[in-house]
């Protein structure tokens, strides 16, 4: 509570001792945005989070959870039920000092985001304008009309609100495809595991983490496991994922540029990658080798988006084919996997 009332541009308009105290205040004094946590007396976090839902989709939620197996667990739960984001706390509650940079480093510059002013249309570019600018100097193809390749691979970025766009995704496919997808969402160790668990427990599509060395196949998705860059490679006629812990790259590892990047220059124009919600610009410089290996890129849109960095950085830099609602991108893939 302390640290929050440092920050001027943050105020404190109240705080409750359970969940069930939680919903009555939130239709009381309509907050900006609230935090759970898992462990409340009443009502635990996730049930006041299922309820706050009924009431309000858009209400941005940050989950406080601890960084364990069962905390991992109740993450996950949480952001495929709707939670915008989460933030682990340490497991050492003594340490007192590693509480406080949890907060200043995780939870005020995930408020700030998710509290941001929807942008008069047209967006304003939103990601880091020089960048933009880099990329766009950097594209020597350009999107045009609809895809005349065979798609062989979809590759998909995702940060901030993507397990449960990735929930929407593989609940609304009724037959696997008939490509490999490869996923990289920004998430720490443990957590891709239980989300990719979640994945294939709700569709017909099994995911999986991404083994070093493994072999990719038709029909299967596979996640980057948390903490650890997924890379693709040839060898022969197999498609092979390798892992490694090279330095972060915007900040991530895995990154979205990562997986890009090799995937371009296996796959060319037979790619098709897919960036949903997310903060920041990671996949920004991966797309611009994906379209000019004459690749196709989709992005999610800004109104089904929890953020819009990710998407919104390609949309900005004219790299996306389409720009599409969550709802319409589980057809619009099967569409062009299936396009001969």
Same mark, same amino acid.
């Given at each position: 509570m302390t ?7 943050i ?7 359970d969940?069930?105290e939680a919903?009555e205040?939130?239709g009381?004094?309509?907050?900006d945005?609230?935090?759970?946590d ?8 996730l049930t006041?989070l299922k309820?706050?839902r009924?009431l309000?989709r858009?209400?941005p939620i940050?989950?406080?959870?601890s960084?364990t197996? $069962? ?13 915008s984001?989460?933030?682990?706390k340490?497991s050492?509650?003594?340490n007192?000092a590693?509480?406080l $940079? ?5 939870l005020?510059?995930k408020?700030?985001?998710l509290?941001k002013?929807t ?6 570019i939103i990601?880091p304008k020089e ?5 766009k100097?950097?594209?020597?193809a ?7 390749s065979r ?9 901030t609100?993507?397990?449960a766009a990735?929930?929407e995704l ?6 696997p495809?008939s490509v490999p997808?490869?996923?990289v969402?920004h998430m720490p160790?443990?957590?891709t595991?239980?989300l990719a668990s979640?994945?294939?427990?709700v569709?017909?599509?099994?995911v ?9 196949f038709?029909g299967?998705?596979?996640i980057?496991p948390g903490?650890r860059?997924?890379?693709l490679?040839?060898s022969g ?7 490694n812990e090279?330095?972060?790259e915007n900040?991530? $590892?895995?990154?979205?540029?990562v997986?890009?990047r ?5 796959y060319?124009?037979?790619l098709l990658?897919l960036v949903?919600?997310?903060m920041?610009y ?8 994906i379209?000019n290996?004459?690749?196709s890129v989709l992005?999610q ?7 819009w960095?990710?998407?919104?950085a390609?949309?900005n830099?004219n ?13 619009e893939i099967i569409f ?5």
């Open positions: 640290t929050l009332l440092r920050h001027a541009d105020e404190v308009v109240g705080t409750a001792e969940g069930l919903i205040m939130i009381r004094i309509k907050p945005l609230i935090t759970l898992v462990e409340m007396p009443k009502m635990d976090g006041a309820e706050i009924k309000d858009d209400l940050i989950m406080f959870s960084l197996q $069962r905390g991992g667990e109740a993450t996950i739960t949480a952001l495929t039920n709707g939670a984001d989460y933030v682990g340490p050492d509650k003594t007192m590693e509480a $940079r949890v907060l200043e480093d995780e005020i510059p408020i700030r985001e509290c002013p942008p008069v249309k047209p967006s304003k990601s960048i933009i600018a880099e990329v100097q950097q594209i020597f350009k999107p045009s009309g609809l895809p005349s798609i062989e691979a979809l590759c998909i970025g995702v940060s609100g993507g397990p990735l929930m593989f609940e609304a496919w009724k037959s495809l997808i490869f996923i969402q160790p443990k957590f595991e239980l979640r994945l294939t427990s569709g017909v599509i099994p999986e983490e991404a083994q070093h060395g493994q072999e990719a038709p299967k998705a596979y980057a903490g860059h997924l890379e490679r040839k006629a197999k498609v092979v994922m390798m892992l090279d330095p972060p900040s991530c $590892r895995p990154a979205v540029d997986l890009f090799s995937a371009a220059k296996i060319g124009s037979h990658a949903l919600t997310g920041g990671d996949g920004l410089k991966g797309a611009v080798d379209v290996a004459n690749g992005v849109d800004e109104k089904t988006s929890v953020i960095g990710m998407p919104g390609i949309a830099a790299l996306a084919e389409k720009i599409l609602p969550l709802g319409d991108i589980p057809n062009r996997t299936q396009k001969k």
